[in-house]
């Protein structure tokens, strides 16, 4: 047997591959669900980018008023105070409007239009204030300066841009750690991995072939996904196609490495879904996959930096939309490294056959 672990090496990553290409579950969550959810995230926000979100006028309100802001594009529903709030709580509404009362007594507070709505609400500050501005006018107000839009929908500048380096990225994660971690846990159980004791393989050399096995598989999924993302809404890729190419091995090895430190002592499928869901469902939500994570507090910026996702999705990002080279990536390469090294040797030592 050679030092680099010659054809056992091999043979354990052909019967990886075998195994996996039998499983048409994995198959569909590695290639299925990544484009699944790039459609309809994709769709979805295209849409919201062009449909006026509704504003609700409370009674009693003029109708002028009404004719202003539909004028300005948005859908008016006329409604009592009560429905206004619940449509309020529920969504339906971005805004409400509520006039002063006939009569009010003209002293500030008293006959002041009113705005309802919630400023955690994405897009309700701005209904707000294009609402205001809409009705100013139709009071008379006039602008010192004459102003235009310039709205952006140039690719490189859309959310479904932003997205899809996400959505790379967290596949590479996922498939990552359910295509290593799951599946040594699994053998486990089957206590095929106690067969494989008896043969003339080191540890290694079995967690190694998982790892090279799934590299096998991450040119395609990624491939896959950025040709879907090309052909329906346009997405390119301003950097070179190696860069990226090297930005996701380096994720699914980095990834790879902590799926062995997860599967390492699980027993049971149960325990090591668990651990997997631990591992991923703080940095799904932290590391920018759908949204930025410059909106989490400034507190948990310097934690949320250093997560493996969160380097990796800033490096995808950075080829896909700025067309960075390696040269410029050292920083989220560096992270990706250590938690794949420190995962990797720590699995590689903790690691029980039964």
Known sequence: MSRFGGP?????????LRELAREPGTLFWIFGFPLLLTLGLGFAFRGASRARPAVGVVAPFPESWAAAIGAAGFPVRRLPEAEARHALATGALALAVFAPPPGAPKDGDADAVRYAFDPMRPGARLVRL??????????GRVDPVAVRDERQSTPGTRYVDFLVPGLIGVNVMQG??????????NLRVRKLLKRLLATPMRRWQLLTAFMLARLVVVPVETTSLL?????????????????LAAVATLGALSFGG????????????ESV????????????????????NARFPAVLQPLIAVLPLSALNQALRAVVLDGAGLSALGAPCAI???????????????FRWT
Do not use: K
């Open 227 to 243: 040709v879907f993302a090309r052909l329906v809404f346009g997405v390119r890729v301003a950097g070179s196609i190696p860069s």
């Open 273 to 292: 879904t668990g651990l997997i869901n631990t591992v991923m469902i703080p940095m799904f939500i932290a590391s920018g996959v759908f949204f930025s």
């Open 176 to 185: 990552s750690l359910w295509g290593v971690g799951w599946a040594i846990v």
């Open 8 to 16: 056992s090496l091999w043979r354990l990553t052909q019967m990886r």
């Open 130 to 139: 294009e609402v205001d501005r809409a009705l100013q006018r139709g009071w």
């Open 336 to 350: 990706l490294v250590a938690w794949g090294a420190a995962g990797y040797a720590l699995g590689l030592r903790a």
């Open 258 to 269: 902590l799926a062995i430190l997860v599967a390492s002592r699980a027993q049971n499928v």
